[in-house]
């Protein structure tokens, strides 16, 4: 069992940045890939970025390439999505996951069962 639980979220005005954090329960946090989804009102949830186990490969939406980046740091059990140039667009409530299911090779994600997702952050951007 993994036990996922985010922070960072807030209200910004675009343009602006946030560092969205989410850390992890267990021992074993460095065998998985995390990912981080987004919902907003009235649609799907989306996939925003994913990193592999070790950190060497990540995987980015098209909408936030250039402007997101994740990261972790295994020590801390830790996942990170720095967020910059955020736009109105980007309002959602983020959630972080975790998955031995899922692969993130060559910017590509193999696979789609995500196994632990946390309980969400609310970003919220004014323009």
């Known amino acids: 069992q993994v036990q996922l639980v985010e922070s960072g979220g807030g209200l910004v005005q675009a343009g602006g940045s946030l560092r969205l954090s989410c850390a992890a329960s267990?021992?074993?946090?460095?065998?998985?890939?995390m990912g981080w989804f987004r919902q907003a009102p009235g649609k799907e949830r989306e996939s925003v970025a994913a990193i592999s186990w070790s950190g060497g490969s990540t995987y980015y939406a098209d909408s936030v390439k250039g402007r997101f980046t994740i990261s972790r740091d295994n020590a801390k059990n830790t996942v990170y999505l720095q967020m910059n140039s955020l736009k109105p667009e980007d309002m959602a409530v983020y959630y972080c996951?975790?998955?031995?299911?899922?692969?993130?090779?060559?910017?590509?994600?193999?696979?789609?069962?995500?196994?632990?997702w946390g309980q969400g952050t609310q970003v919220t951007v004014s323009s």
């Open positions: 267990g021992r074993t946090f460095s065998s998985y890939a």
């Open positions: 996951a975790a998955t031995r299911k899922v692969a993130v090779v060559a910017g590509t994600l193999e696979g789609k069962r995500w196994e632990y």
